[in-house]
C-alpha cells in the first residue's frame, strides 16, 4: 500500500506544478514505470530461459540414454510399455522435456541414419508420442518454432497428413512457406512431388541443398520422372535444380530432355544442362557441343569445355587444342589448359611440351594446373560426389571463382 500512496502522492504534487513541468514530470514517470517493466520482463525471460536449460541439461543425457538401450533391444518393443517405462524411469512428457528428447533422437540419427530402420524406432517414437507432440506444434507455435518443427519432422522422418502441412505451404512468410514445401517432400503422406507444379517456388543456393538432402534421405529409390518439370516448368530457379537432381541421380529417363534444352534460350539453365549431360557421360551430345562451341557465351563454352572432360571418350583432344589456341579469355583459356592435362597421356605430354615454349601469361597459367595446391575448379571433379550437396555447392563455387593473373 505504501507504494500506491507515493505514487498518488506524487501525482497530487503534479498538479501543483505549472503546465510545462507537469507534462515534463508526467513523462519521466511513464518512463520510469516503461522502464521497471521493461528490465522485469528481461529478468523473468532470463529466468525461464535458465531453468528450461538446466532442465536439458539434466534431461538429455539421460534421455539419449534410454532411446540408445531401447534401440539396442533385441526383442520387439511394445510402445505403451515404452511410455510407462520413461515416466518411471525419468518423468513424464511435457513442453519442457520434450525438446531435449527430440534433440536427443536427433542426435542419434545424425550419428547413424540407420537407426531409422531399427525394428524398435517407430515404436519408441509412437509410444513417446513424439509426432503427436511435433504435429500439434504446427498448428501452436510461432513461426520460429514451425520452422524447426518442420526440420524434425524431417530429420526423424515422420510423415503427417497433409491437412497439417498444406496451410503453411501457403503462408505469406517466405521463410515458413519454403521450409513447409521443402519438408513436404519428407513427411507427406499423400504428394510429396506436388509442389514442383508450381510456379511461385524461388529456389536460392541453400534451398536446392535443403531439397537435394530431402531427396536422397527419402525417395532415392523412388524418385519421379524428372522430365515433366523439365519441359513445363517456368521457373528458373527450379528448372536448375530439377536439372542437378537428374545429374545427381543419373535418371537416364530424362536425358533427351536435358538434350532439349541445350538448344535453350536462357543461357544459365543451357548451362546446367550442358553440365548434367557431362556429369552423366551422354556420349551422343558430345559431337553438337563441339558444333555449336564456337557461338556460345563464355559460360556455355565453359560448361562444354567441363562436360567433355566428363564425358572423356578421348576423340576431342585436337579440338582442345584447337580451343586453347583460339581462346582469348585467361579464365577459359586456363580452363581448356587444364581439361586437356586431365584428358589424357597425349594431353598431359601437350601441356609439358607447352610449358617449354610458352611465355608470360600464358606459361604462368601452366604452372597453375600443374601445381596441385593451387584451386581450380577441376581439382574436385564434380562428378566424383562424396555427399549429396557436393554437386550444387561446388556450382555454387564455381560461378563466383575469378581467376586472376
Known amino acids: 500500500?505504501?507504494?500506491?500512496?507515493?505514487?498518488?502522492?506524487?501525482?497530487?504534487?503534479?498538479?501543483?506544478?505549472?503546465?510545462?513541468?507537469?507534462?515534463?514530470?508526467?513523462?519521466?514517470?511513464?518512463?520510469?514505470?516503461?522502464?521497471?517493466?521493461?528490465?522485469?520482463?528481461?529478468?523473468?525471460?532470463?529466468?525461464?530461459?535458465?531453468?528450461?536449460?538446466?532442465?536439458?541439461?539434466?534431461?538429455?543425457?539421460?534421455?539419449?540414454?534410454?532411446?540408445?538401450?531401447?534401440?539396442?533391444?533385441?526383442?520387439?518393443?511394445?510402445?505403451?510399455?515404452?511410455?510407462?517405462d520413461y515416466t518411471e524411469e525419468i518423468g513424464k512428457l511435457n513442453n519442457k522435456t520434450y525438446a531435449p528428447l527430440i534433440t536427443a533422437v536427433e542426435d542419434l540419427i545424425k550419428t547413424d541414419a540407420g537407426i531409422i530402420e531399427n525394428k524398435n524406432y517407430r515404436n519408441i517414437i509412437k509410444g513417446l508420442k513424439i509426432e503427436e507432440y511435433l504435429i500439434k506444434k504446427l498448428d501452436f507455435s510461432n513461426t520460429r518454432e514451425r520452422l524447426r518443427t518442420f526440420q524434425s519432422l524431417s530429420i526423424l522422418d515422420l510423415t503427417v497428413p497433409d491437412s497439417s502441412i498444406l496451410p503453411h505451404t501457403y503462408s505469406k512468410n517466405p521463410f515458413l512457406r519454403k521450409e513447409s514445401r521443402s519438408s513436404y517432400l519428407a513427411i507427406s503422406n499423400h504428394d510429396p512431388f506436388k509442389f514442383f507444379d508450381q510456379q511461385d517456388n524461388n529456389l536460392n543456393f541453400w534451398d536446392q541443398i535443403n531439397l537435394l538432402e530431402q531427396l536422397e534421405a527419402h525417395h532415392k529409390h523412388n524418385l519421379p520422372n524428372f522430365s515433366k518439370w523439365i519441359l513445363y516448368s517456368k521457373n528458373n530457379s527450379q528448372l536448375s535444380f530439377i536439372i542437378k537432381a537428374v545429374a545427381y541421380f543419373n535418371q537416364s529417363i530424362s536425358v533427351p530432355s536435358l538434350i532439349n534444352l541445350?538448344?535453350?534460350?536462357?543461357?544459365?539453365?543451357?548451362?546446367?544442362?550442358?553440365?548434367?549431360?557431362?556429369?552423366?557421360?551422354?556420349?551422343?551430345?558430345?559431337?553438337?557441343?563441339?558444333?555449336?562451341?564456337?557461338?556460345?557465351?563464355?559460360?556455355?563454352?565453359?560448361?562444354i569445355i567441363e562436360a567433355i572432360l566428363s564425358i572423356n571418350s578421348g576423340n576431342s583432344l585436337d579440338f582442345l587444342k584447337s580451343i586453347y589456341t583460339g581462346a582469348n579469355n585467361l579464365d577459359t583459356k586456363k580452363l581448356i589448359a587444364e581439361v586437356i592435362y586431365k584428358y589424357s597421356t597425349d594431353g598431359k605430354i601437350y601441356i609439358e611440351n607447352l610449358y617449354t615454349n610458352e611465355t608470360g601469361f600464358n606459361r604462368l597459367i601452366i604452372e597453375h594446373i600443374k601445381n596441385p595446391l593451387i584451386p581450380s575448379r577441376l581439382k574436385s571433379a564434380r562428378?566424383?560426389?562424396?555427399?549429396?550437396?557436393?554437386?550444387?555447392?561446388?556450382?555454387?563455387?564455381?560461378?563466383?571463382?575469378?581467376?586472376?593473373?
Open 262 to 303: 541445350i538448344d535453350t534460350e536462357d543461357h544459365e539453365i543451357r548451362k546446367e544442362a550442358i553440365i548434367a549431360l557431362g556429369e552423366m557421360r551422354v556420349f551422343e551430345v558430345e559431337d553438337k557441343l563441339k558444333t555449336i562451341y564456337y557461338h556460345q557465351p563464355v559460360i556455355c563454352q565453359n560448361a
Open 1 to 84: 500500500m505504501s507504494l500506491i500512496n507515493a505514487i498518488q502522492q506524487y501525482l497530487e504534487l503534479i498538479s501543483s506544478y505549472p503546465f510545462v513541468l507537469q507534462v515534463a514530470l508526467y513523462f519521466i514517470f511513464f518512463n520510469s514505470i516503461t522502464a521497471i517493466t521493461f528490465v522485469a520482463s528481461i529478468y523473468l525471460i532470463r529466468g525461464r530461459k535458465d531453468k528450461e536449460e538446466k532442465i536439458e541439461e539434466e534431461l538429455y543425457p539421460l534421455q539419449r540414454k534410454f532411446v540408445t538401450e531401447r534401440l539396442a533391444n533385441e526383442e520387439i518393443l511394445i510402445s505403451e510399455n515404452i511410455l510407462n
Open 383 to 405: 562428378k566424383n560426389l562424396r555427399r549429396p550437396t557436393t554437386q550444387i555447392e561446388e556450382q555454387y563455387n564455381h560461378n563466383n571463382l575469378n581467376f586472376s593473373i
